[in-house]
């Protein structure tokens, strides 16, 4: 996904995605792991997806938000 979509989740949706993510790369490991893995990109794939979750929950911390910033500001 791209970042733009991820602002517009709200906090509560985040989590619950970055849960998702990190089990799914954790998968993805075992995978690698045992040579089942198809896909070598998706390991780094699901990583800057979960690091743009974090990134997008740090700045609403920061900002002192925790809903989706307007795309004005």
């Not at 970055?18 to 998706?42: M, P, Y």
């Not at 743009?52 to 609403?60: A, E, G, L, N, S």
Request: with cysteine.
């Amino acid at each position: 996904m791209k970042a733009q979509q991820y602002r517009e989740m709200s906090t509560d949706e985040l989590q619950s995605t970055l849960e998702e993510l990190q089990r799914h790369l954790f998968d993805l490991r075992a995978q690698a792991a045992t040579e089942k893995l198809e896909n070598c990109r998706s390991v780094a794939n699901t990583r800057r997806d979960v690091a743009r979750i974090k990134t997008i929950m740090r700045q609403r911390q920061l900002s002192g938000t925790g809903q989706p910033e307007k795309a004005g500001n």
